[in-house]
């Protein structure tokens, strides 16, 4: 768990499909909010983790922490380094 890593929704981008929501298992996105995603619990967000940004349709979700975004690296300790890991 880390502050330092945590998903910011482009709502420009956002559908509102829910997808990202629904992939997470760890209480970052208020659920009341469904189907709106809105992170309420940042510190829940797992360091390194993509799955709810590699679900998104419209590639709406980025990271804060995320220093290696455009190299595809998705810097978690997987070692898959095309960011599919999660
Ligand atoms: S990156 Fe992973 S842990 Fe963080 S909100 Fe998305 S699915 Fe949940
Ligand atoms: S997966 Fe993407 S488009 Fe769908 S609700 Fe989440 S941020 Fe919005």
Redesign the pocket.
Known sequence: MSKTWYPV?DYE?????????EKCKNGVYDLMKV???VVIIPENCIHGCHG?GN????E??SYVGNQRENSGFCGCSCGNEDGGCC
């Open positions: 929704i981008r956002c559908t509102e499909c829910g997808v990202c929501i189907p709106k995603p709810c679900l998104c349709p419209t709406a979700i």
